[in-house]
Every structure is written in structure tokens, then in C-alpha cells.
Nanobody
Framework: QVQLAESGGGLVQAGGSLRLSCAAS????????VGWFRQAPGKERECVAA????????YYADVVKGRFTISSDNAKRSVYLRMNILKPEDTDAYYC????????????????????WGQGTQVTVSS
């Protein structure tokens, strides 16, 4: 069982930046593939970024490409999502998730690929 805790959400003006953190209770992220998802009320959860177990291969949704950066720090048992040039449409609850026993260089961009989820952190971007 892996417990995940997100932090770093908040209220920011359009054009601003936030860095979300995802901390793992056990092990390091070197054993997992990690994804960041977001979800608005009444909508499906969508993957905005993912990073492979190798810590190198990444995936970004087109709507965030060039603005968001996912990274991992195994020493700190944390994965980060740096979000720049935020837009009002980025307003959502953001969740991190991990997949056990992933292929080493594979990223996963669909919800069903992940085994453990955090509770989420709210990001609100004002116009």
C-alpha cells in the first residue's frame, strides 16, 4: 500500500505559477510510474503529465505542453508538477497517482493504469 499526499495548490492569477508536490509514504518513486491528473466537477479525470519509472521519459497533454513540467526527486520521495503561465481553464482538483510494476521507460496517460491515488489539491486560477 502506498499513500500519496499532494500539496502546493492554491489561488493564483492568470499567468502565474504554482508547483505541486506529491509525497509518498513508503518507498521511492523509482519503483513506480507517476501521473498527475486533474478533474473538474462532473468531468472525467484527465492526465496532464506523467513520468516513467526511469525518471526520464515524460508525457504531457497537449493543453499543458510547454507550460507544465513533471519531475521526480527520489531522495525526497517526491514528484513535482511545475505549472507556469496558468490559465483559468487550468482550475481543477489535481491528483497524483502511481502505477506499480510499470515498464521501466513507459509513461501511462489513462486513469485505469494507476493503482494508488492521492486525495488531491485544488488549483484555482483567477482571470
Amino acid at each position: 500500500q502506498v499513500q500519496l499526499a499532494e500539496s502546493g495548490g492554491g489561488l493564483v492569477q492568470a499567468g502565474g505559477s504554482l508547483r505541486l508536490s506529491c509525497a509518498a509514504s513508503r518507498s521511492t518513486f523509482s519503483n513506480y510510474a507517476v501521473g498527475w491528473f486533474r478533474q473538474a466537477p462532473g468531468k472525467e479525470r484527465e492526465c496532464v503529465a506523467a513520468i516513467a519509472r526511469d525518471g526520464i521519459n515524460t508525457y504531457y497533454a497537449d493543453v499543458v505542453k510547454g507550460r507544465f513540467t513533471i519531475s521526480s526527486d527520489n531522495a525526497k520521495r517526491s514528484v513535482y508538477l511545475r505549472m507556469n503561465i496558468l490559465k483559468p481553464e487550468d482550475t481543477d482538483a489535481y491528483y497524483c497517482a502511481v502505477r506499480s510494476a510499470p515498464a521501466y521507460t513507459q509513461t501511462y496517460s489513462y486513469q485505469g493504469a494507476y493503482d494508488y491515488w492521492g486525495q488531491g489539491t485544488q488549483v484555482t486560477v483567477s482571470s
